[in-house]
């Protein structure tokens, strides 16, 4: 299945770049995982969303899942989940 990827990079060096893409995946984490893997900013990935595609992201759907750095899970107060998936509501 083909998922839609929104990321924002860490701070380039006041504020983030946002990039997104498409991703061919049997899941939204897995889709994560592999955007994650390829992404080439030079001041790393900060976090990132995966939706069902394009349209689900600007009809304001929630996303399928996301991925957030260990600087990301700490500024959320969630240090514990730095560099992991988490999983939101797929119904949405």
């Given at each position: 299945m083909e998922y839609f990827i929104e990321a924002n990079s860490f701070a380039a060096p006041f504020f983030s770049d946002t990039s997104?893409?498409?991703?061919?995946?049997?899941?939204?984490?897995?889709?994560?995982?592999?955007?994650k893997d390829d992404y080439?900013?030079?001041?790393?990935?900060?976090a990132a969303v995966c939706y069902q595609d394009a349209?689900?992201?600007?009809?304001g759907h929630e996303p399928l899942a996301k991925w957030v750095s260990n600087a990301a899970g700490v500024c959320e107060g969630k240090p514990e989940e730095g560099r992991v998936i988490v999983l939101l509501d797929e119904n949405n």
């Open positions: 997104s893409g498409f991703v061919e995946a049997d899941s939204p984490e897995q889709a994560l995982l592999r955007f080439k900013h030079p001041c790393g990935l900060y349209n689900a992201k600007h009809k």
